[in-house]
């Protein structure tokens, strides 16, 4: 199976695309999701709430509002530019951004409802032992959820490889830039090449699996390990 | 039962609606992206009559043998191409500053013409433009609309203030239909084929920004 | 720069409350004795930060405020390890792991080294083990090891010895007796179980339902008729005694308890020392007449200072030996029939004695 | 704000086609993700990996295969139209086949998480008591995995709402019969009638907005007062 | 219909491996002794179900197999109730809840009710509380009172009393017997505190290294000097005796044990019931005259049978007393100066002497 340049540019770019988007997520979700995770009150369910927002849209309308957003007369649009030097709408960034937004409540959620479930005796325990809380956090809580950690990213990259909607919304379609994988898997469909759609999914989704294996079986290893 | 691609839904919402006005026959409208629709009906999708938004996916519909049989394409408009954004030159297709929403040639019969208009030696030098690929011609428009892009090639019937590309810069954009049963089992979609083709209807369509077939 | 003083309001639940004020040497192993529920765990987690007392509560320990109006210092800046009651090792880390835990966050530099630690508490065959497979004596003596790792200034111990057997529990003791006096490392160690208590502690602090019964040191509440610790079916007193000259023949060493002979079992000693000794209340037997043909070696002139009935059938005695006392439980009958009056001089047989620092029973 | 009759009908539908498939998401994620955290073996891993897949295409690609499943000249087809006497494809159960399949990860994967750090130790109490496997499952890791159940059930919910591509694929956007709300709504936005597509925007917003804050509160005001 | 038949071979981990065949009584309660680590709670886990012994292991309870190769019954059809090490209450029910959880599904019909259980192990201020809430020790009371409540036929209690203050502990034993008997309701009871295990028990097993180092009933195993028993600091031998007359002026019971009265502190008991004693080994001593102006009560002419020398400087005495057996544990230095020699005839005094059935301790 032979791959046009086209095709190897699209799978360079998702590749690219789901794997900085699964790193952001977890940076960005992983505290916001300790945090609600710890709160006591009652209004973070709000954020909770907002968080799984993005869920909620079309992925063509997530986008379109998106779009509006990112535009290069928006006060977002013209800081990014000032910022950067270049325009935010249809670039690799904005696409970053999409799928970031779009893929949070994949990544928050599992990840609180994990924290949730931390011990807080062990967080003492590990505090008397001198242990201060982001110290608490990654010695104790973090390793604890670790399967929690494998669930999170993997539905963030899963989810970002398939995403289409929202990409083909901000990104403009531009091969070698924004053009992704799941866009061109689409093209094919549409213009009814059922044959390369066929042979395009298929890698996708051995590739996929492969991975996705690895990943699980790997988990399984080392989770089994302590929990014997 | 009938299946749109999505740029002339709005149009034959109105159409639709005269008709059931004078018959008292609702008309039940699906649209989609013409390839989603193709898909669909080689599929067994429940429409009688279907209207693409090109030429090509309706014939080979028609060439495809599943499903029940089919009657022959016919032609039920021509859409033209306008250039919208910036100062409404056409000369602008040659500044490569520029950024440029068009509908996905892989995909849309638009996207194909505007590529072709492009293809001309007068705008080579705009090559290294910002080219932005919509899904289709509606996305070009809401690239354009959102102030995304600066300029857009796109139907007349979405942008009828736009400059008016000539149109044989471009291979015709034929816009085809197709029946999807007997009409002799259907005596409401015989109607309907006739509405279609009357006066009434050719008006509505030019009124919209196509042009009628010959 | 005194010890620790605490001034303490904090309720759990609804229902209870600790409230205590006292003062506490930072020195020496002061035991937290109390009935189960009384508030001894409450007391140390308040000590260690992890539960918060009122906003007027204070904490200071040697001369810092660890809690104040105001002032909150957070536990892991408290310098304190803490043994709790159920061992709480990190299911995620082996043996080995738990206790490097510790060491790489200890509070100061100074403390013992893990090769130390582990042959103390027997742990080499543990190390790679993970915590779910420990049994429970094994966990809790991993968890002693993983405070002691953390070299911390004050160590509270939650009833560490619970699921430990008697010999195992004894030898750990000694180290624990050891480590306070070689590292100078205070501790506050909570049990119900008076003879460990009476083993290991200087000072005392009785809990009742949150308040603070008695305190004081261990020898003067120990021979007192009017506390908890007297009515305990394991009621004991408390002496100091100087080690003597040493029975190489019989491996005994002779104490001199206020001018009096006592002998006592065990490995020989370096003469002149101030040993602690523990007499169980009901291991004193009184006579008029000194008896000579029993196997009952530690026969002392005693007064009988106070007499305290203990329900139907007993009785406590307080029995003054030079400055210090002794306790005895004997029958209301034996009372009777010896027509015990205070004031009477009497002698008190000792059938066993516990020596607390190196504690080998000892019998007569 | 007045709703037309097709807005109400897609309100209608859509509403129908997220709590029936978050019930059959419940009803066949909670049995799977139950036996993937049980199991000791490796292979698995090979499940949990297949089980994401629908993650990785596009929702139109994978509507699209879909659509070939489903279509009434396959085996498929033609069983489900010699059991209930009419088509599947285009018709509400293929739309409710398709969710739950998309679906599957984000119910399976949170539940999975959460399953496997249910103490054994608390399970082995329960049948020492006399609790039969079905039974320790009930009470003990049930109500420990609440919060999971919580996000498992949101975020298979909301997808269901927000979800697009498979539903326009396999449903056909029939109007009171699997035209759901996402659709009407991308269906405003491509007929360029923004302010409809807004108007119905925030009403779907706002609406679950509401309902996952009161989810989200009611599951933090119960599960403190378990961890207190 | 015979007992509890145990043929096991059960591996923990690479290291530890316990294997074991025996026959256990299904009456009365069977206490489980070894040092920590020898593989008590892994016997119980077996027992229960929770492990599984290799698959040629059997497990028997009153005929009916619950492991034997190729069957394996699970435990939630055992019929057994655990108490575990840790209490493991359940976190997501309150106190009461775990109560009911045990009641609804409890393994016979025929069981204590709620309100029993509640009263016997005082829980009714805690029903609402939750798990997390309570005190070390209330969740071992409320563990003990939810295995009773599932009405099993078999009792695994994997020491139930460690975080137990000895008040409590002591009401909590007798309630133990008094269920045992009263509901015919065999226990198997995991113990490391000697002094509760002579309390409750009828039949020892002692475990080393997953081994079985002996077995037998409580009263041979007591006073036998070649086993682990007698080694431990608290060494006691058991004896039987019938209740005679009861002293009510001082509130004392006589026992005729052998022939001769022996006085304890009590409440009143019917004549003519046995009953069974615990005298520990260190509260023995002998002399060659009876005394006579003593506070001890009880004195009894014994034979000397047996001597061991334990370290240099404490020797280990058996006395018969009848047909019985008493222990007493005296230095060597006495011996030497007392000349015994086996077969000497001399008096025991015992300082105290604990009544099993009815633990209240005693002093002559
Ligand atoms: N959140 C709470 N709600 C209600 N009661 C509570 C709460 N937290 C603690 N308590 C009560 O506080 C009291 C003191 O508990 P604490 O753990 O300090 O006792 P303890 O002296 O350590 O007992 P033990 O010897 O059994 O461990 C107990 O009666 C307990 O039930
Ligand atoms: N998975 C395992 N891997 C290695 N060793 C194990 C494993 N499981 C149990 N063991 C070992 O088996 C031995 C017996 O443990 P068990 O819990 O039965 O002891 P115990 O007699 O109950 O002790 P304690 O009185 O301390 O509770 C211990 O030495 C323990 O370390
Ligand atoms: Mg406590
Ligand atoms: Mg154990």
Known sequence: MSLSTAELDAIYLTLALAAITTVLLLILGTPLAWWLARQRAQWPALIEAIVAMPLILPPTVLGFYLLLLFAPDTALGRAWEGLTGSQLAFSFSALVIGSVIYSLPFVVQPLQAAFQRVPARLLDTAATLGASPLDQFRSVAAPLCRRSFVTAASLGFAHTVGEFGVVLMIGGNIPGETQVLSIALYDYVESLRFAEAHRLAAGLVVFSLVLLFALYRRDRRDSWRIRA | ?214 | MSGLSLQLDCAAGEQFRLQLACELPATGITAIYGPSGSGKSTLLDCIAGLRRAAADSEIRFRGEYWQRPRLFVPPWQRRTAYVFQDARLFPHLNVEQNLHYALRRRHRDRGVSLAQVVSWLQLDDLLAQHPASLSAGQAQRVAIARALLSAPELMLLDEPLANLDHAASQQIIGQLQQLNTDLELPMLYVSHDIEEVSQLADQLVLLEQGRLAAQGSLLDLCSRLDTRLSREDQAAAIVVGTTAHHDARFSLTELDVEGQPLLLAGPRLAPGQLRRLRIPARDVSVCRQRPTDSSILNILPVTLSDMLEEGPSRVLLRLALGSQFLLARITRKSAAHLQLQVGDRLYAQIKSAALLMEPVPEDG
């Open chain 2, 1 to 214: 039962r009938v299946a749109v691609a999505a740029n002339f839904r709005a149009t034959l919402e109105a159409i639709n609606r005269q008709f059931e006005h004078n018959t008292g026959q609702p008309v039940v409208v699906s649209s989609a992206s013409t390839g989603v629709l193709a898909n669909q009906i080689l599929h067994g999708a429940p429409f009688d009559i279907f209207f693409a938004a090109d030429r090509q996916t309706v014939f080979k519909l028609a060439a495809a043998d599943t499903g029940p049989r089919r009657g022959e394409p016919f032609c039920y408009a021509i859409g033209s191409l306008v250039l919208v954004g910036g100062d409404g030159r056409l000369a602008q297709l040659g500044d490569p500053g520029l950024s440029l929403a068009v509908a996905n040639p892989a995909t849309a019969p638009y996207g194909a013409a505007a590529m072709q208009v492009l293809a001309r030696p007068e705008f080579s030098q705009g090559g290294g433009r910002k080219l932005l690929r919509a899904a289709n011609v509606v996305q070009a428009y809401q690239f354009w609309h959102s102030g995304a892009a600066e300029l857009a090639l796109l139907p007349r019937a979405l942008a009828p203030a736009g400059t008016p590309v000539p149109g044989h810069w471009h291979l015709p954009l034929e816009q085809f239909a197709l029946t999807l049963r007997p009409q002799a089992a259907h005596p409401a979609l015989h109607s309907y084929l006739n509405w279609i083709r009357s006066d009434t209807v050719r008006a509505l369509i030019s009124e919209a920004g196509y042009r009628p077939c010959p």
